[in-house]
Structures are given as structure tokens and as C-alpha cells.
């Protein structure tokens, strides 16, 4: 079911997010030049801002979904060590995950590379790639709704919940919602898709000035269109979990 929801507060927030991210950055890591420490250090604490952000934009769509601004920032309030600490390990996961892809994936294509035909090594990355992606993918669709879970179970009186309880719970939804999840994703990127077709059916084309001034025009609507689907995508994202826990409630209670 489809509930309203204030767009113009959820895009203003996301811009925030992203302009504080990156000033934070660009200071950060300008300050630790070639610092190893000091650039973990500065991962880590993007990370976290992003969290941050992450989950008061899904907090205020449990809670006050026709918010101001601030209403939405005030959702910060509600975060905890554990939430943090779930929020990391989530993190931690998927960049093990992707590693250790990487590396069998490095080693399969090494053995692949010594007495392989060119095509055969091309496709081994290619399959590489794809293991990647893949296991991105699902991972991700698994954990969308992982601050949606905290900001509803993990504060006020649900504190007591166990990390791998909760952790756990943050898995059964996502697999229970990943179909729908998928949909959600994949109607957002349609038009994405689109776009990149045209620039790639422009590029082989040959009109002067017009190619690059249609170019600018399709870059502009992307970057328009990504702020706003964000926004959008979000708010679908809260429906699906809210849905679901109207009916499966109980089950998170026990």
C-alpha cells in the first residue's frame, strides 16, 4: 500500500547527506595525504556520517513520514551503540564478501590466464565480474531494510533484542521482501537504462555540436532523476517493510 509521504524533505536531506559526505572528504583526506591510518580512519568516519543519515531518513518515514527537515534529522536522536554496531558489521560483510570473491575469482582467473586462449581469459574476467556484482546484488537486496528494522525494533522499549537476534531478523526480512525489493530497484532503473542507450546509440552517431549539447541535456536529467528516485525508491522501500510488518509482526516479537 502506497502512504504519503513529504518527497521535498527526504531529496533536501539526501543532498545535505551527500554535500557533508564529500566536504567531509575532500578535508579529511587532503589533511591525511598518504597516511594509510589516517585514511581508514577517514573511511570509517564517512561510514559512519552515512549511517547516520541512512537511518534518520528511515526513521522519519516509520515515524513521521510527512516531516520537515529538521523533523527528519531529529530521528538521529533514536540511534544507539547496538544500531551502530549492526550498521558496521552489515558493512564489514559485504566488503568481506566481495573480497573473497575477488580472490577466488583472481586465482580461478590466474590458472585460467597460464595456457589459456585470449577469448577464454576475456570470458573468465567476464564471469569474475559478474560473480561480483552478483553477490553485491543479493547481498544488498538482503539488507534493504536493515535500518527500517532498527529504527522500529532496536529503540525505546525493543532495546533488549540480542545483536544476532536482530541481525538475524534483518536477513528474514530482507529474504521474505527480496522479489518485491528487486521490482522496486529494477522499475527505478529502467529509465537510467534508457539514457545510457541513447548516449551509447549518440556516440556511434556523428552530429557535431548537437552530440555533445544532447549529451549535457541527458547527463543533467540523470543527475536530476537520481536525486529524486532516491527519494522515491525510499519511500516504496518503507511501504513494502511497513506492509510486511502489519502482518508479520508477531513473528519479530517473540
Known amino acids: 500500500m502506497k502512504r504519503e509521504y513529504k518527497l521535498s ?8 547527506s551527500s554535500v557533508l559526505i564529500s566536504i567531509t572528504s575532500w578535508l579529511f583526506f587532503a589533511i591525511a595525504g598518504n597516511s594509510l591510518i589516517m585514511t581508514f580512519v577517514g573511511q570509517f568516519l564517512l561510514m559512519i556520517l552515512s549511517l547516520i543519515f541512512q537511518f534518520a531518513l528511515c526513521s522519519g518515514l516509520l515515524r ?3 516531516g520537515s527537515v529538521g523533523e527528519y534529522l531529529n530521528q538521529v536522536n533514536y540511534i544507539n551503540g547496538k544500531i551502530i554496531l549492526i550498521n558496521i558489521i552489515v558493512q564489514i560483510v ?4 566481495v573480497t573473497l570473491v575477488t580472490a577466488f575469482g583472481g586465482a580461478f582467473l590466474f590458472i585460467t590466464l597460464i595456457d589459456a586462449q585470449p577469448t577464454t581469459g576475456t570470458f573468465a574476467e567476464i564471469l569474475v565480474g559478474i560473480l561480483i556484482v552478483a553477490f553485491a546484488v543479493v547481498y544488498s537486496l538482503l539488507t534493504s531494510y536493515s535500518n527500517f528494522y532498527m529504527a522500529d525494533f532496536l529503540v525505546d522499549s525493543y532495546r533488549d533484542i540480542g545483536l544476532f537476534e536482530a541481525i538475524k531478523n534483518i ?3 530482507g529474504k521474505d521482501l527480496m522479489g518485491k525489493t528487486f521490482m522496486v530497484y529494477l522499475k527505478a532503473a529502467i529509465f537510467p537504462i534508457v539514457l545510457l542507450i541513447i548516449m551509447v546509440l549518440l556516440a556511434r552517431s556523428n552530429f557535431g555540436m548537437g552530440t555533445a549539447f544532447i549529451f549535457t541535456l541527458i547527463i543533467i536529467a540523470m543527475l536530476i532523476y537520481t ?3 532516491g527519494g522515491i525508491v525510499l519511500a516504496r522501500i518503507s511501504d513494502l517493510y511497513l506492509d510486511y510488518m502489519e502482518a ?3 513473528k519479530y516479537l517473540k
Open 9 to 16: 524533505s527526504l531529496i533536501l536531506v539526501m543532498l545535505l
Open 64 to 66: 513521521n513520514r510527512m
Open 94 to 97: 559485504i566488503t568481506f564478501i
Open 171 to 173: 536477513f528474514k526480512v
Open 227 to 229: 536525486l529524486v528516485i
Open 248 to 250: 508479520n509482526r508477531s
